[in-house]
């Protein structure tokens, strides 16, 4: 798998088909399926929806949607062991919140377990199916390898009526969880391992979540899924490219059954930077407690993105701008967080917050008085409006704003230095408060110029930097959450030293602040509304908020790695 930027550089082409849309177009001018598009979404339903999922979701609904055609929802829910409601719930969350409805079209793979199991029995009359009593690890040995080829089970010669007799009883409970499974009969020295006569039942006393304790037995996802497709009637079957050595078990299961046969299409699964996306790893992150559950907002599942601020616009935007390919990629994280960059710097308001706060006492301003000063809820958008903001003698700006003795270069607030406040007054330091034991800097007194109300002097004097600012007495406290990335290696899954992806977890890939400050207008926010703190990042409110006590999440910072990416490659 190699790391490409080609499709960023590209990102203006984005309306142009991709090779599935073009498989799709020709069907359609041939009239192949009477003209019909359907698609659809299969998610097993044993953990959460990271953001390569949502590269598939968009892909078949928007294909379909394109088309005039429907998209199907349906789970492939064949594993009671690890599947669960919580899940079932959560990805139809997570679909409905990136933009598509399934209507009326929501169904389950236990839905078919009576057909699958008729038709399952229907290969056995056929002399293609058999009950094989090898144990998993005799399964395994009998298989063979790339280059040694496999040899056939003992039991491959039953009779169909024994065959018959031992799957019907299987069903009925009379035999323990891996003593026996069901194997189609192809064949075993074929190249490709998956047609290797693969299991297509095994025995699971298992409580199923939907269908109780109906079924001691369940079918395999590679005999569940095809007969699924073709059962709803899809017409194009698309799905991640490590389903390419399956399909000709896909294909074979249907011809064998003689039934309507979709065309499964394999496409390149996302990968993205400094990210893993197995749920198996995205599970161990959680159960290990490297994170505070499958919604927090370093992970990459649609729940995470979710709270951390994302918008559904900008993933499918992101979906749009990775392209569909047919080999593996790695995209660059820094292009998702320019897709969100994007669309929050038209929509999102600006505030201003304070978030590790140092106090200014302007001296010369009167000591009871409060102004209201108009600021801009968003440049961008001249629909936006003004908002209000209290200004007052004791003001909270940044502790990095400020240099008792400033370096090179440092245009900020330091002794006997004038700066702007942000749609206020140009104000001077005058004076520098220590604590007396740790000499560090508590406070700092300044004056201001009153002539320069908005931020402007009537005698022309120019000022090297603008600050953001609070009213000390006006703003409200908040936790702000600082993230960053979630691992400190570019690629976590790159093992060659010896360790563990877990070994690359960032220590510092969450820096919360208790102390901080924002202004008055954000009291009532809710979880989930979207702002920019001026010159911080953008930030969204975390469902934690409870009254009085706000809870900011930092979606992304103002920076724009992706751009500068981009911009290079033009040049």
């Known amino acids: 798998m190699s790391k490409t930027s080609e499709d960023t550089n590209n990102s203006n082409s ?134 040694k080829p496999g040899k056939n089970s003992p039991f491959r010669d039953r009779t169909v009526e024994e065959n018959l007799d031992l799957f019907n009883r299987m069903q009925a409970g009379e035999f323990e969880d891996g003593t026996r499974v069901l194997r189609a009969k192809i064949d075993m020295s074929a190249a490709n391992l998956n047609m290797r006569d693969p299991v297509m039942y095994r025995i699971l006393h298992e409580t199923h979540h939907r269908t109780g304790d109906k079924w001691c037995i369940y079918p395999m996802y590679d005999w569940a899924h095809g007969q699924s497709d073709s059962i709803e009637g899809i017409t194009h079957s698309i799905c991640t490219l490590e389903f390419e050595d399956h399909r000709p078990l896909y294909d074979w299961f249907l011809e064998q059954l003689e039934v309507y046969h979709p065309q499964q299409i394999e496409f390149a699964r996302l990968n993205m930077t400094y990210t893993v996306m197995s749920k198996r790893k995205l599970m161990l992150l959680v159960e290990n407690g490297y994170v505070s559950g499958w919604d927090d907002p370093r992970l990459p599942t649609i ?196 360790a563990s992806f877990l070994d690359s977890v960032n220590p510092d890939s969450l820096k919360t602040l208790t102390e901080s400050r924002v202004e008055p207008s954000l009291a009532d926010k809710q979880p989930g509304w979207k702002c920019q703190f001026e010159r911080q990042g953008y930030f969204c409110v975390d469902p934690d908020s409870e009254q009085g006590k706000l809870v900011f999440n930092r979606t992304v910072t103002l920076r724009d790695t992706w751009a500068k990416i981009q911009a290079a490659g033009k040049k």
């Open 14 to 147: 984005q309306s142009a088909p991709d090779f599935i849309r073009e498989i799709v177009a020709e069907d359609i001018r041939t009239n192949k399926h009477g003209g019909a598009i359907v698609t659809r979404f299969p998610p097993e339903p044993n953990g959460y929806l990271h953001i390569g999922h949502a590269k598939a979701i968009v892909l078949s609904f928007e294909i379909a949607k394109e088309n005039g055609g429907i998209t199907h929802l349906r789970f492939d829910d064949t594993n009671p062991i690890k599947e669960d409601v919580e899940y079932t719930e959560s990805i139809i969350e997570d679909i409905r919140w990136l933009g598509y409805d399934w209507e009326d079209r929501l169904h389950f793979a236990s839905d078919y377990f009576e057909q699958l199991f008729e038709w399952a029995k229907e290969l056995i009359k056929k002399g293609k199916a058999f009950v094989c009593d090898l144990s998993g690890d005799e399964i395994r040995e009998y298989r063979g390898t790339l280059k």
């Open 303 to 498: 729940s995470g993105l979710r709270r951390r601020g994302y918008s559904p616009e900008s993933i499918r935007k992101f979906c749009e701008l990775i392209r569909i390919a047919k080999r593996n990629s790695t995209v660059e994280i820094s292009m998702l967080e320019y897709c969100i960059r994007e669309d929050l710097n038209k929509h999102a308001p600006r505030v201003m917050a304070v978030l590790n706060p140092l106090k200014v006492v302007i001296t010369n301003y009167p000591e009871n008085q409060v102004e209201e000063l108009e600021c801009i809820n968003n440049p961008e958008d001249p629909e936006a409006g003004t908002r209000n903001v209290p200004f007052s003698r004791e003001l909270y700006i940044e502790q990095e704003d400020f240099r008792e003795d400033p370096p090179k270069k440092f245009f900020r607030l330091a002794p006997g230095r004038e700066v702007r406040l942000r749609y206020a007054y140009f104000i001077k330091c005058v004076e520098v408060v220590k604590d007396d034991i740790t000499q560090e800097v508590t406070e700092i007194h300044c004056t201001y110029d009153p002539a320069s109300r908005g931020g402007s002097s009537p005698d022309g004097r120019k000022v090297k930097a603008t600050l953001h600012w609070v009213s000390a007495e006006h703003s409200i406290p908040a936790e702000v959450h600082l993230y960053d990335k979630l691992f400190l290696k570019e690629n976590p899954l790159d093992e060659t030293d010896g």
